[in-house]
């Protein structure tokens, strides 16, 4: 039987929704403010926690930061009596896994809690960081899932996404999880080498291989024995190159440049690339044996304009790497505006995580390690964010459609005409859906009487 904890200040609500809960099947534990809700999961195991936002001493922000630190990945539903678009992204950046406002429907109350305990296992290893991985968002939410599934064995990875997504990233995270992870993780960018070299970094070469071979050279492949290396830009390799690293993964030995004799080899490979691998077999620029080899297990990474979400958490976490780095003379104050951050959540960002995170660098220093505003922000970011018709994608999931409704609510400042618009949807039908999903627009803004009339 799953069991609840319901934290709020209001008595009434707790009993209420308690009851709701146990009629629908549920053990439920109630607590009155922060410090009770902290005894409550230090003595038991919930397996969801509703929290109210607002609450004397310790807030239901409060509670809910302090859990992500700990570690603590119980799903969370926060629950609010002033449910604007900000306090929703605030809840949401800071591990929340769901928003409503008061007064709740029961029957909604009641499909959230049956929706959030049904993807549990996927939330509570879906940690907002980890190895570097940072956000939120359902597809982010897919792919730290997508690593934790694979980690714990040899499987070949393949890596794919856009520029700047964070590949690198990843294959750290798979190795971090790994059993593999106190072996070394060595990292190879197979676009930046020649062939001739690249052939010697992978697999070394013997003195008097070639000229300027003066001694013998391991390759990463012995180098990282008992480890994992990382290919990265696998689709720039060389037909001959690619030949080679075949042999190795089929046969889990290396022949270094030169050599006769084979060495064995005990490594985890992870590969990347932002190419279209299947697109180039088809064209017979890539060995599709090898392709195979390689996309044991596929990861996509998502670019940045399909988490939106993401980009506050993103922001916090550049932001406090600058700080730390800039160390003292007022670097404590960095911080980004309100209206900086909704110019940030519009930009399409075509160079993904990197773009965003050199974009930020560059404003810090515009605005001298203080608070960063817009006029600190490049001015092709200011007008493509200002004047662009970017539309949040709506899919099938109920999760992913309301990430979009709250990133779009968050960019227009709850304007339902400009959201709907951003959303592909009519305004009549935003103003529902935010009903159903507990949301208000921080205008207070409802549609007119002609729109609600049918």
């Known amino acids: 039987m799953p069991r609840i904890l319901i934290v709020d200040d209001d008595r009434a609500f707790r009993l ?41 001493g310790v807030d239901g922000l409060g509670v809910l930061e302090a859990l992500r630190l700990w570690g603590d990945r119980v799903p969370i539903l926060m629950i609010s009596g002033f449910g604007t678009v900000d306090s929703a992204v605030r809840a949401l950046h800071l591990g929340a896994d769901d928003f409503l406002t008061k007064p709740v429907e029961p029957d909604v109350l009641s499909a959230r809690v049956a929706d959030l305990l049904e993807r549990r296992p996927l939330l509570e290893q879906a940690a907002p960081n980890h190895g570097g991985m940072i956000g939120h968002s359902a597809p982010m939410r897919e792919v730290m899932a997508s690593i934790r599934r694979v980690a714990d064995g040899d499987t070949t990875v393949l890596i794919t996404g856009e520029t700047g997504t964070g590949k690198e990233l990843a294959a750290h995270a798979v190795h971090e999880l790994s059993p593999r992870r106190h072996a070394p993780f060595l990292a190879v960018n197979c676009g930046a080498l020649a062939e001739g070299v690249l052939e010697s970094e992978l697999f070394g070469h013997v003195r008097g291989a070639f000229t300027g071979a003066v001694r013998d050279r391991l390759g990463v492949f012995e180098a990282a024995d008992g480890g994992t290396i990382f290919l990265d830009e696998v689709g720039e390799m060389s037909p001959s190159v690619q030949q080679r690293l075949l042999r190795v993964l089929q046969e889990r030995e290396v022949t270094r440049v030169g050599a006769t004799r084979s060495v064995k080899v005990d490594v985890r490979v992870v590969a990347a690339t932002n190419r279209e691998l299947r697109v180039m077999v088809e064209q017979g620029r890539f060995r599709e044996d090898l392709y195979y080899r390689l996309a044991v297990f596929p990861i996509v990474l998502p670019p940045l304009r399909d988490r939106v979400v993401d980009i506050p958490l993103l922001v916090e976490h550049a932001l406090s790497v600058l700080r730390s780095r800039r160390g003292g003379g007022g670097a404590e104050r960095l911080a980004c505006s309100p209206f900086a951050m909704r110019l940030l959540r519009a930009y399409d960002w075509p160079g993904n995580v990197r773009q965003l995170f050199a974009v930020l660098e560059r404003a810090a220093v515009e605005a001298n390690y ?22 949040y994608r709506v899919s099938g999931s109920a999760n992913d459609e309301r990430d979009a409704i709250v990133a779009a609510l968050a960019q227009t400042g709850g304007a ?11 305004r009549t039908t935003l103003w529902r859906k935010l009903r159903f999903y507990g949301l208000t627009p921080a205008s207070g803004e409802e549609p007119g009487r002609e729109e609600t009339a049918g």
């Open 16 to 56: 209420s929704t308690a009851a709701l809960l146990r009629a629908d099947g549920y053990e439920v534990d109630g607590a009155a403010d922060g410090a009770e809700a902290a005894e409550s999961l230090r003595a038991k195991k919930y397996d969801l926690v509703l929290l109210d936002m607002r609450m004397p």
């Open 370 to 391: 203080d608070r960063i505003e817009a006029q600190h922000l490049p001015a092709e970011l200011r007008a493509a964010a200002r004047g662009g018709e970017q539309r």
């Open 416 to 426: 339902l005409a400009q959201s709907a618009e951003l959303l592909g949807m009519g």
